[in-house]
């Protein structure tokens, strides 16, 4: 995986973009107000295969109008889903210095 490119500038209301690549599947780039994706790969349970949808990328705006992003993983094995990164931006707020805040830590939803 390469270096990300920034977005260019928005001109529009758009609060978050969704760019997605599936090989001979195709591509898709659209803007969004929330984002959900979930992405599942092939696996073996109880001697059959199936599809577990093991991560998942959920995008909104909180009650304070920040947006808030979030990466969970899954197995098939745990009980609950459990977050692994929570990615926080303030773009209506012209006082924050912070472009992006991140938190890595592991915990349930």
């Known amino acids: ?4 490119n920034p977005v260019p500038r928005v001109k529009d209301g758009r609060k978050f ?18 984002v959900s994706v979930r992405v599942g790969q092939r696996v073996r349970t109880d001697g059959a295969e199936d599809i577990w949808h093991s991560v998942g990328v ?6 304070e109008g920040n947006l808030v992003l979030r990466v969970l993983v899954s197995s098939p094995d745990w009980d609950e889903p459990l ?14 210095q912070t472009t992006l805040g991140c938190n890595l830590d592991h915990v349930p939803p």
Do not use: H, N, T
């Not at 973009?17 to 929330?34: I, N, T, Y």
């Not at 959920?58 to 009650?63: I, S, T």
């Open 1 to 4: 995986m390469g270096k990300m």
């Open 17 to 34: 973009e969704v760019e997605r690549s599936a090989g001979e599947a195709g591509g898709l780039c659209v803007g969004a107000e929330f």
């Open 58 to 63: 959920y995008a909104r705006e909180d009650e």
């Open 83 to 96: 977050q692994v990164a929570s990615i926080k931006s303030w773009p209506g707020d012209e006082d924050c």
